[in-house]
Structures are given as structure tokens and as C-alpha cells.
């Protein structure tokens, strides 16, 4: 079987950036003529990546979501998607989500519209549903089950196959010394240009009994990050390689990282700035995984207090550990590759 994973669309250097259907619709046909070449019996296309989707089905190529954390799509009684709301433990709570459905729905029936224009630019005909951009067929939901909210509506495509774990190789970087408990500050690549939570962390966990292992993910901070004696700070670290030695982390609540997190036994206290985090962060209390702190929280005393929490409380890590075996009986890579070759096997036929 043959299988493309398809590019997505980049903006020239120089060039103000297109609206995201107006890019889809331009890049298009580059992927058309991609899929013709590579003529794959199946598409995968990452959630985020609509000129793909669009090019598979007007290949006619069976085409699956790559969704990259949790199922984003709402249902009624859940929260809405990204506020770091929790799941209703109540009836009535149910019924007070439920009440912002109106809300919700006003903005997915314009995606909707949105979608079909770039549909008719390309030659597919509209279609009735919003969430267009996922696949009916397959949509790969690369997040472990005990992050997922229980629902009885999940459409049958979807597949929760367990994360999809990458990193660059990185070697061994040495813990500070000593038996105290390990604690691995692991900032976001992406937010906190400023290093906030950073300097909270190292801050805030001086005069803990811990260890600190701290890293600056290679942007050279403006001025000095504090060393206290506890402490070790370094330009990277491999998550896979150090997170088994943690007992806990402190995180911006990206997906990856707290998957890598949990799936190494180490609970997580997330901090989230915005968006997925929140909704990382949120699951990751739902569940007993880790603790999370707003970011009107994000001092040195909030951080402080959060770690004291987190390993004060035993359930957190036997939690964590319990995902860790989980994880090693249920590798995501098998899950999704199983999946897709399902798929594929459907136009081979």
C-alpha cells in the first residue's frame, strides 16, 4: 500500500499571510498534483491542514485527521472546547453547558460556510455538517483515553489511539545530585518569550527540598536565570530520556509534553497561557494527573504551593505510573498505523 502525508501551505517571506481557506484553496492544486504523483491509496492529513483534505477528495483518495491532542469537536454537556472548564459532575452542570449550545453553534455554522466556499473553489459540493475538516472516514485522535471526555455521540470514525510521540535525539543530561525528589521545569518552545514561568519556577523552588532540572529550550533569556544551589539549568534536555527520572513536571500544558510527561510516570503541574493548554490543563485535573495554575497564579508561590501539592499527594503519581503501563501495552504508533492500513485496504478492494 501507499500512503502521503501532505504538505501545508507557507506564506512567502515578505508576503502578508492569506486567510486560512484563501491559502487552502491557492495550495490546492500543488497538493492535487502531489497526490496524482505519489497516487497513495490512502491521505493523511494533519486537522490543521485543509488544502490537503481538499486535494485528497478531489483526488478521490480516502483521507484521514491526524488531530494532535484531544477531540476538539463539542457535544452537548460538555464544555466548551479550550475555555479550561472541566467536565459537568452534575446533571445540572450538563445542563448549564448545554445552555451555551446556541452560542457555540453560531460560530461552527459560519466555519461552515467558510469551508464550502473553499469547497465550490475547488469543485466539491458543500456539505451539511460542521467539523468539515475532519474526516468521517478516520480521524485519528493522538491523545491518550483517559484524557478523553466520556461521550455516547462519538462518531464511529473517530479513533483514540493513544499519543504520537517525536523528539529531536538529544543525549543525557545529568540531573543535579542527590536523593531529593527530581522536579523538571520544561517551559514551552513556542509561548513565554520572557522566560516567566521559568524564573517563577526556580524562584519559587530555592528553598524546597527538591531538585531542580531546568531548561531555557535554547532561547538565551534577556538577563540572567537565577541558580540556586538546588538547581541545574541547561540550554535542552530529551524528554524521553529524563521525564522517566521525574517526579513531576512543571509545563505550559502543550500536548506533547504532557503526554511524554504522564506516559514517563511524572506527574504534571500545567500552566497554561491559552487555548489547547488551558484544555490540557483542565484534563489533566479531571483525570488526576497533575494540578493546574491560571496564569494570575504563575509566581514563585503559586508554583511553590502547586509542587508541594502535587507530591504531597500520592494518587497523583500512582495515576501517572498507571498511564505509563498503559502506554507500553498500547503503543499509539501500532494503533494509528493499523488504522490507516484499514483504510487504505478500502480502495485496494
Not at 475547488?122 to 483517559?146: C, E, K, M, N, W
Not at 527530581?182 to 527540598?209: F, K, N
Not at 532540572?213 to 541558580?227: D, E, G, I, Q, Y
Not at 484534563?283 to 501539592?309: F, K
Amino acid at each position: 500500500m501507499r500512503f502521503a502525508a501532505a504538505p501545508e501551505y507557507h506564506p512567502l517571506e515578505g508576503h502578508a499571510p492569506l486567510g486560512i481557506y484563501e491559502a487552502a484553496v491557492r495550495a490546492c492544486g500543488t497538493t492535487r498534483a502531489l497526490v496524482r504523483e505519489a497516487d497513495p491509496d490512502a491521505v493523511v492529513v494533519d486537522i490543521l491542514t485543509v488544502a490537503a483534505s481538499l486535494a485528497a477528495q478531489a483526488e478521490g483518495r480516502p483521507w484521514a485527521t491526524l488531530i494532535p491532542h484531544v477531540y476538539p469537536v463539542g457535544t452537548a454537556g460538555l464544555p466548551p472546547y479550550s475555555v479550561g472548564a472541566i467536565h459537568a459532575r452534575t446533571r445540572m452542570g450538563e445542563r448549564l453547558w448545554g445552555s451555551l449550545a446556541p452560542l457555540l453553534s453560531a460560530g461552527e455554522e459560519r466555519g461552515r460556510r467558510e469551508l464550502n466556499g473553499a469547497r465550490e473553489l475547488v469543485g466539491l459540493p458543500p456539505l451539511d455538517r460542521v467539523h468539515g475538516g475532519i474526516s468521517r472516514d478516520l480521524a485519528l485522535v493522538a491523545t491518550f483515553p483517559q484524557l478523553e471526555y466520556p461521550r455516547p455521540d462519538r462518531p464511529e470514525g473517530v479513533r483514540v489511539t493513544g499519543p504520537l510521540m517525536w523528539e529531536q535525539p538529544f543525549g543525557e543530561v545529568e540531573p543535579p545530585p542527590g536523593d531529593d525528589p527530581l522536579v523538571l521545569i520544561a517551559p514551552s518552545t513556542a509561548q513565554d518569550p520572557d522566560h516567566e514561568l521559568l524564573r517563577a519556577a526556580i524562584a519559587g523552588l530555592a528553598d524546597e527540598p527538591v531538585r531542580v532540572l531546568a531548561t531555557w529550550n535554547r532561547r538565551v533569556p534577556k538577563s540572567p536565570l537565577p541558580a540556586p544551589p538546588n538547581t541545574r539549568l541547561v540550554e535542552w534536555v530529551s524528554y524521553a530520556r529524563t521525564m522517566p527520572l521525574c517526579d513531576a513536571v512543571v509545563c505550559h500544558a502543550g500536548h506533547g509534553t504532557v503526554v511524554r510527561s504522564v506516559a514517563s510516570g511524572a506527574p504534571v503541574v500545567a500552566c497554561p497561557y491559552a487555548g489547547d493548554q488551558t484544555e490540557n490543563a483542565a484534563r489533566l485535573r479531571w483525570s488526576g494527573l497533575g494540578v493546574s495554575l491560571p496564569r494570575r497564579l504563575q509566581t514563585a508561590r503559586g508554583v511553590r504551593l502547586a509542587v508541594r501539592r502535587l507530591l504531597a499527594e500520592p494518587g497523583y503519581a500512582r495515576r501517572a505510573e498507571s498511564l505509563r503501563a498503559w502506554s507500553r501495552e498500547h503503543p499509539g504508533e501500532a494503533a494509528a498505523a493499523d488504522a490507516v492500513e484499514a483504510l487504505a485496504a478500502r480502495s485496494v478492494v
